[in-house]
């Protein structure tokens, strides 16, 4: 008897797959569908959707065009800008309404995943333990729950549906399912940019599991094969330049792009190599998953040391290593250049913003190291099927099979209460508090959400312990965030009634940095100061 885990000949039963898909993307869906009891959040929900005209008119001729010309926190996405019209033209400005879409979305990717998979290698039960361990990890929770992230769920639809169409042409050679695949990948990177990494990726799965390039064969002949698929994706490649153009200008028209005077060469290497480690472990132990993780170098911080990144980076390369030589395996180097290859675009070399890292940053890496997990534990519980004794192979498959299960059942429960957090935007910052007391930047995000709230007086200690936590040196960034920490103090103070303080905090900001809101806010707090205070008879 074949055991769950063994491998069938490619091209499974499109009904029995679409069946088994189906099942993989309810499944997924039901362990998101707490998200839909959630709010907005304050960051980027309310600017993006809640307080932008052109989103909140819904779809419109009109709005199509202002998609397609206007950026997205410096990146050119416009198939999310439609998404979120699309989801005001249905819902208005119910979150739950927001909330499902992405939802779907997800499901859609899972199922999608597991039907390439399938399709490709004949193996359904690895496939669907690749998808549901992709889908139903925690880390996958900032890009469903997290509106304004759309683009993650959203360009991680198009991308595994590429996925599929490239595995029907692979098939067939049909032209209508190459273009198909080209104008999915279009619509892809057109939802986020960091799909400019699916060419590669296309390049990677030809080698597995479509096994277009042997690697077992001579290395000059497997180079050749390789690049005859690489000109075979010259349309695809193309586009991917086309999208970092949009996004590189885009970046720099919004000053979102880190000048290298700033964060040096050295810097953002270091800061790659950590990050990488870090998706790694929170990988394989999920807990402590933190929204705003700054950047280390910035904000007056010295940055990593550099023995931690030199050890770091050996391991990497160690792991690295081994990959090329289990090679023979396929998903082994496959899953592992697909995981390091899609994380290169989010890693800091050209820097964006102000952050270190984020978990929403796995999306479609964390596809890699599902396949790479999927195949490997089910060849190792084969091996040791066949090197246990005849009675016991049954007995071993059944415990693995269990095991798999309770693998799954735990990420899906950490996600269930890692949702939990997303409730409300005091709930999630509450929470970063929590899980990382030191950091400045989650008392500040908390009080300001406080603030949002109408809760001036509740705002005022989170806002002073930020103030305490900023560091006293350091560039432009550090000085805007004190001139940030202190219009907000100054706002929470004045909410309270206390005038004085208010203008203190104001004055403090100003002097920083310059800027219209505070002076106003310095000159309403002045004159209610003024109007409160005792007057001579």
């Not at 280390?296 to 040391?305: K, Q, S, T």
């Amino acid at each position: 008897m074949r055991g769950a885990c063994a491998t069938a000949a490619p091209g499974a039963s499109l009904s029995r797959t679409a069946a088994l898909a189906t099942a993989v993307g309810v499944a997924v869906a039901a362990a998101f569908a707490r998200a839909l009891a959630c709010d907005f959040f304050q960051i980027d929900d309310y600017d993006l959707v809640l307080h932008n005209e052109h989103v909140m008119r819904g779809l419109s001729r009109e709005g199509v065009a202002w998609a397609f010309a206007s950026p997205l926190v410096g990146n050119w996405t416009p198939l999310a800008w439609l998404s979120h019209m699309a989801d005001v033209s249905l819902f208005g400005a119910r979150a739950a309404g927001h909330h499902a879409t992405s939802v779907l979305l997800h499901a859609a990717t899972a199922a999608l995943v597991f039907a390439f998979l399938a399709r490709a290698t004949g193996a359904p039960v690895r496939s669907a333990l690749a998808a549901l361990a992709f889908a139903l990890h925690p880390m996958r929770v900032e890009s469903v729950v997290w509106i304004a992230e759309r683009r993650d769920v959203l360009s991680g639809f198009f991308g595994a549906a590429t996925l599929c169409a490239w595995g029907a042409y692979a098939r067939a050679r049909h032209a209508r399912a190459y273009a198909a695949a080209l104008a999915l990948a279009a619509m892809a990177m057109a939802s986020k940019a960091t799909l400019v990494t699916l060419p590669f990726l296309l390049l990677l799965v030809d080698v597995w599991p479509l096994g277009r390039a042997p690697l077992a064969a001579p290395a000059r002949e497997t180079a050749r094969a390789l690049l005859r698929l690489a000109v075979e994706k010259l349309p695809f490649f193309a586009l991917a330049a086309v999208a970092s153009a949009a996004t590189l200008v885009a970046q720099g028209d919004a000053g979102a792009v880190v000048p290298a005077d700033v964060l040096p060469l050295g810097a953002r290497l270091a800061n790659a190599v950590m990050a990488t480690s870090h998706h790694l472990e929170t990988t394989l132990w999920p807990s402590r998953l933190s929204v705003m993780v700054m950047h280390p170098a910035l904000f007056g911080g010295v940055g990593h040391a550099p023995a931690a990144v030199a050890l770091t980076a050996a391991f990497l390369a160690g792991l690295t290593a081994l990959a090329v030589a289990a090679r023979a395996r396929g998903y082994a180097l496959v899953g592992w250049l697909w995981f390091a290859g899609a994380l290169v675009p989010t890693l800091g070399l050209v820097q964006a913003g102000l952050q270190g890292l984020a978990h929403r940053y796995t999306y479609l890496p964390h596809v890699g190291l599902a396949m790479l997990f999927a195949w490997g534990a089910c060849d190792g519980v084969e091996r040791a099927a066949r090197a246990a004794p005849p009675r016991a192979r049954a007995a071993l498959r059944s415990g693995a099979a269990v095991a798999g299960a309770l693998v799954l059942g735990a990420l899906a429960a950490r996600t269930f209460v890692e949702i939990g957090h997303w409730r409300t935007t005091e709930a999630r910052f509450r929470h970063e508090v929590a899980i990382d007391p030191g950091a400045w930047n989650h008392r500040f995000y908390l009080g300001n959400a406080l603030l949002v709230e109408g809760r001036p007086a509740d705002a005022i200690a989170p806002l002073e312990a930020a103030r305490e936590r900023l560091p006293r040196a350091g560039g432009r960034e550090l000085r805007e965030a004190w001139a940030s920490v202190e219009l907000a103090r100054g706002k929470a103070l004045d909410g309270a009634g206390r005038s004085a303080d208010a203008i203190d905090a104001f004055r403090r900001s100003l002097a920083i940095a310059p800027r219209e809101e505070t002076a106003r806010r310095l000159a309403e707090a002045a004159r209610r100061a003024s109007a409160r205070a005792p007057r001579a008879d």
